[in-house]
C-alpha cells in the first residue's frame, strides 16, 4: 500500500508564501508522476500542479490559474514533491491534496495514489 503525507500548510495573508512537501512510501511501488490538486469548500476537486518523470527528462504542468505564482519540484528517487506558493491569494484557500502515479502524467489526469490533504487559507 502506497501512503502519500503532505505537510506544510497554514493560515497566511494575501501576497504570503507557503512550501507544501509530500512524501510517498510503502513497498514495491514506482512513481512516474507526482503532484498537487486542490479543493475548496463547495467546489470541485481541482488540477494545481503537476511533476512527470520520463528517463533523464523532467516536465512540469500548470493550472493557469496559478502559472507565475506557484512552482513544483520533486525528486523521482525519494519519492517527494514540493510546492512553493508565492503571492498566495484569497481564492486560493482551499485543501490542497498531494497525488502519485506510476504512469506518466497526461491529460485529465487521475493520480492512483492520494494523500489526505493540508489545509491552506490565505487571509484578505
Known amino acids: 500500500q502506497v501512503q502519500l503525507v503532505e505537510s506544510g500548510g497554514g493560515l497566511v495573508q494575501t501576497g504570503g508564501s507557503l512550501r507544501l512537501s509530500c512524501a510517498a512510501s510503502?513497498?514495491?511501488?514506482?512513481?512516474?508522476?507526482m503532484g498537487w490538486f486542490r479543493q475548496a469548500p463547495g467546489k470541485e476537486r481541482e488540477f494545481v500542479a503537476a511533476i512527470s518523470w520520463s528517463g533523464s527528462v523532467t516536465f512540469y504542468y500548470y493550472a493557469d490559474s496559478v502559472k507565475g505564482r506557484f512552482t513544483i519540484s520533486g525528486d523521482n528517487a525519494k519519492k517527494t514533491v514540493y510546492l512553493q506558493m508565492n503571492n498566495l491569494k484569497p481564492e486560493d484557500t482551499a485543501v490542497y491534496y498531494c497525488?502519485?502515479?506510476?504512469?506518466?502524467?497526461?491529460?485529465?489526469?487521475?493520480?492512483?495514489?492520494w494523500g489526505q490533504g493540508t489545509q491552506v487559507t490565505v487571509s484578505s
Open positions: 510503502g513497498r514495491d511501488f514506482s512513481i512516474q508522476a
Open positions: 497525488a502519485a502515479d506510476p504512469r506518466p502524467y497526461r491529460t485529465k489526469w487521475l493520480p492512483d495514489y
